[in-house]
């Protein structure tokens, strides 16, 4: 059972999540927050997840597990479903117009999943404290209402852009403050803190 530690549960005070009037509408394709970015970013070796707004504060997701994101023959590696979850609860953000980074993910694995299967990725966003965001994930076999193969809960805390300048390798942060998409995101991000 996920979410079991007191870090997941979010405190009584918490309050309910709120849509940005300005969010992407639902079924609109996601952006990638980084085209670089293993997860929805365009590297062939990555994930290749394409997110869409849902209804609310949610997100849908397919990702499909391809002979290089193996662990076990023609299965699947945990790391990459978990990274799989962890980027369709990162999309969020869209929804929020905020930026926020994983501070904890709980994942549990509940089927295998083989390598052809196209995992369909749901994440809401449950409740907010301050900076934190309590968010919860399922990833389903070959259809929106296929197996729950994976889920996970999780905490993301919000965080200024100032958090990727500070810590980011030099070369890729002057390369994104030279993106106008990049610089775009940012600003759209920061008029909301
Ligand atoms: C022009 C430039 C353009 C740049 C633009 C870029 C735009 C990008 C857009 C979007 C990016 C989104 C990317 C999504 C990708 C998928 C998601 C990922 O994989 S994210 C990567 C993995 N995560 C990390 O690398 C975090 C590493 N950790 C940290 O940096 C810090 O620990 C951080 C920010 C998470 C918290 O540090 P603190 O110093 O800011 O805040 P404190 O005071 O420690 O925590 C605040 C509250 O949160 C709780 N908290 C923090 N971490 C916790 C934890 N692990 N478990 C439980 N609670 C935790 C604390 O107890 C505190 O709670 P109380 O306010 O006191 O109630």
Not at 24 to 39: I, K, R, S, V
Not at 114 to 141: D, E, F, M, S
Request: hydrophobic residues 40%; proline residues 6%; contains cysteine.
């Amino acid at each position: 059972m996920s979410g079991t530690t007191t870090a997941l549960k979010p405190p009584e005070d918490a309050r309910a999540p709120v849509r940005h009037p300005d969010a992407p509408a639902p079924g609109e394709l996601l952006d990638a927050h980084n085209h670089q970015c293993f997860g929805c970013g365009d590297q062939e070796s990555g994930l290749l997840l394409r997110a869409r707004a849902g209804e609310g504060v949610a997100v849908t997701a397919e990702f499909e597990v391809r002979p290089v994101h193996q662990g076990a023959p023609g299965l699947a590696h945990g790391g990459l479903l978990s990274a799989a979850l962890d980027e369709t609860l990162g999309a969020l953000n869209w929804m929020q117009r905020v930026i926020a980074v994983t501070g904890r993910l709980e994942t549990d694995f509940a089927r295998p999943v083989p390598v052809g299967t196209v995992l369909h990725l749901q994440a809401r966003v449950t409740a907010v404290h301050g900076r934190k965001i309590y968010c919860t994930a399922t990833g389903r076999i070959d259809a929106h209402d296929g197996p729950v193969a994976v889920r996970a809960d999780a905490l993301f805390i919000e965080v200024r852009v100032d958090h990727f300048i500070q810590n980011g390798r030099a070369e890729e942060i002057n390369a994104a403050i030279a993106d106008p998409d990049q610089a775009k995101l940012a600003r759209v991000c920061e008029v909301n803190q």
